[in-house]
Nanobody, 125 residues
Framework: QVQLVESGGGLVQAGASLRLSCAIS????????LAWFRQAPGQERIFVAT????????YYLDAVKGRFTISRDTAKNAVYLQMTSLKPEDTATYYC??????????????????WGQGTLVTVSS
């Protein structure tokens, strides 16, 4: 059974940092894109960042460029999202996901086949 399990969310003040982790079990994701999406209450789930499992190429939502860094550890079968200079508008549930499409094009939820259950990030002002 394939599982993606997120952790690392929490309540922080604006300007703080958090590191989200996504532990993958049940398979490996060669030739896939691994991504983080987020969904705020009452809003659509949106793309935040994606990384190519094979070569590590990364792509980001403009609003998080320079503040967030996505990475993967192929030995641990895990994906991470380092978030710095957090803002209240970053408040959302963050989801890890895997797509068979290339990271360059995999920017929509419909591109992703596997999802975690989400981890809540709350940034207070």
């Amino acid at each position: 059974q394939v599982q993606l399990v997120e952790s690392g969310g929490g309540l922080v003040q604006a300007g703080a940092s958090l590191r989200l982790s996504c532990a993958i079990s049940g398979r490996t994701f060669e030739n896939h894109a691994l991504a983080w999406f987020r969904q705020a209450p009452g809003q659509e789930r949106i793309f935040v960042a994606t990384i190519s499992w094979n070569d590590g190429d990364t792509y980001y939502l403009d609003a998080v460029k320079g503040r967030f860094t996505i990475s993967r550890d192929t030995a641990k079968n895990a994906v991470y999202l380092q978030m710095t200079s957090l803002k209240p508008e970053d408040t959302a549930t963050y989801y890890c996901a895997a797509s068979p499409f290339a990271a360059l094009v995999a920017k929509m939820p419909g591109h992703y086949d596997f999802w975690g259950q989400g981890t809540l990030v709350t940034v207070s002002s």
